[in-house]
């Protein structure tokens, strides 16, 4: 069974740090493209980063690039987002989701976490 948890999320201050989980089982992590979605109250979901199975490569939205680092660790199945310089608007639900990508639209992932809160407020 292809089950994925997050874990990770908080309440952090504008500026401050976080690094979110995306934990897999039922297959291996490096299988599927893995990509991080978060959706903010009354807005619609967006893809944040992506990570490629098969050579690896990273995605960014442009809103995130530089602040954002998505890394995998093959021996823990588990995919990473680490976030730094936090702003309010990164506020949302963060969703992790696998499938044939890697790309930042929703529709080749087949696979979704539930989500973990990220709230950036001071």
């Known amino acids: 069974q292809v089950q994925l948890v997050e874990s990770g999320g908080g309440l952090v201050q504008p500026g401050g740090s976080l690094r979110l989980s995306c934990a897999a089982s039922g297959f291996s992590s490096d299988y599927y493209a893995i990509g991080w979605f978060r959706q903010a109250p009354g807005k619609e979901r967006e893809g944040v980063s992506c990570i490629s199975n098969s050579d690896g490569s990273t995605y960014y939205a442009d809103s995130v690039l530089g602040r954002f680092t998505i890394f995998r660790d093959n021996a823990k199945n588990t995919v990473y987002l680490q976030m730094i310089s936090l702003k309010p608007e990164d506020t949302g639900v963060y969703y992790c989701?696998?499938?044939?990508?890697?790309?930042?639209?929703?529709?080749?992932?087949?696979?979704w976490g539930q989500g973990t809160q990220v709230t950036v407020s001071s």
């Open positions: 989701a696998a499938g044939l990508g890697p790309s930042l639209a929703s529709s080749p992932y087949d696979y």
